[in-house]
């Protein structure tokens, strides 16, 4: 079946310092969505990307999907204290013509942030 | 607050017991999955409803769990005979469906706050 890995499993960084996450599916995608939950907390949608190759912002965050649809990124410039949490990468299929949303998670990338 | 609820938030049960969840989608989502969340792991899917249609099950979902929705509305998650290998965060999202294909409102789903079950 299809699976999702991302890395790295942790990342320590100094406030300010510049943080990347990246997410790797062993199948063709129709989507990839990132989702950040903080500790304690549950996943929280913070985008979908579509297109082959497409590249969005949210202010200090920039997520990348790959042109073979099979490999995306997170990246988020001079992290902030607020930064912290784990970020997941989660992949859409249309594999055999269904299309019911089923997302495969990414094992998640724990973010801490040192003031 | 997303909008989705789930009860109980914590469930502490001994082996052999069953157990069972609930989950209030947004009222207007026609669709819901359930995932099962492990610590360190990322949410892992394991049924999905459209409407009362429960249309796809993990393999995950062994015989002991079965999902319900019975008006389409809120969902039940049973885990029978629990064992120890059950205790994680069972998580419930919903989505509309709306929308353009590939847009936000399409795809974004809303998690619940999570049941914390804990197998003795």
């Known amino acids: 079946g299809q699976q999702v890995m991302q890395i790295p499993q942790y990342q320590h960084v100094q406030e300010g310092e510049d943080f990347t996450t990246y997410c790797n599916s062993s199948t063709t995608l129709s989507n990839i969505q990132w989702y950040k939950q903080r500790p304690g907390g549950h996943p929280v949608f913070l985008i979908q990307l579509v297109k082959s190759g497409e590249v969005k912002k949210q202010k200090r965050l920039t997520f990348q999907f790959g042109e073979a649809k099979k490999n995306s990124s997170l990246h988020i410039t001079a992290t902030q204290t607020t930064d912290v949490g784990t970020y997941f990468c989660a992949g859409g299929s249309n594999a055999g013509g269904t299309s019911y949303g089923k997302l495969t998670f990414g094992q998640g990338t724990i973010l801490t942030v040192h003031p | 607050d997303t909008g989705v609820s789930q009860n109980p938030r914590h469930k502490i049960t001994k082996r052999g017991q069953n157990v069972t969840f609930r989950c209030d989608p947004i009222s207007e989502h026609n669709r819901l999955y359930w995932y099962r969340q492990t610590l360190g792991q990322g949410p892992e899917f394991l049924t999905y409803?459209?409407?009362?249609?429960?249309?796809?099950k993990s393999r995950l979902l062994s015989d002991r769990f079965s999902a319900e929705r019975p008006k389409g509305s809120f969902s039940t998650l049973e885990i029978q005979r629990t064992e120890q290998g059950d205790s994680a965060m069972y998580l419930c999202a919903s989505r509309s469906g709306g929308g353009t294909p590939g847009s936000r409102s399409y795809n974004e789903q809303f998690f619940g706050p999570g049941t914390r079950l804990t197998v003795l």
């Open positions: 409803f459209q409407n009362e249609a429960q249309l796809e």
